[in-house]
């Protein structure tokens, strides 16, 4: 009988925060306001196992993998001028070259 080689690691562990390390994430979170990869950094030295997905997973849980919105984040919308139906703009720019 032949049978398939078990895959993986040989010794599987686990990176789901425990209780204590996710009120951690969560307070390190809501006061730093960091996006997901500085705060995956800033939270590595006092949480070795944590992982990327792991961290992004957690605060998901908690409704803060999201960053608030900052004014002044996104250049405001700009609008195009309405032109008549048919009508088009043309855009004329001058181009120089080197020998003038």
Do not use: N, W
């Amino acid at each position: 009988m032949t049978v398939d080689a078990a895959m993986g690691p040989e010794e599987p562990r686990s990176t789901v925060p425990t209780p204590e390390e996710k009120v951690i994430v969560v307070a390190f979170r809501r006061h730093a306001l960091l996006p997901l990869d500085d705060g995956l950094y800033g939270l590595q030295p006092t949480i070795p196992p944590l992982t990327r997905s792991s961290l992004h997973r957690c605060l998901q849980r908690h409704g803060i993998s999201r960053l608030p919105e900052v004014e002044g984040d996104k250049p405001e919308e700009q609008r195009f001028e309405q032109y008549p139906i048919g009508c088009f703009p043309i855009d004329i720019a001058q181009v120089r070259t080197e020998e003038g």
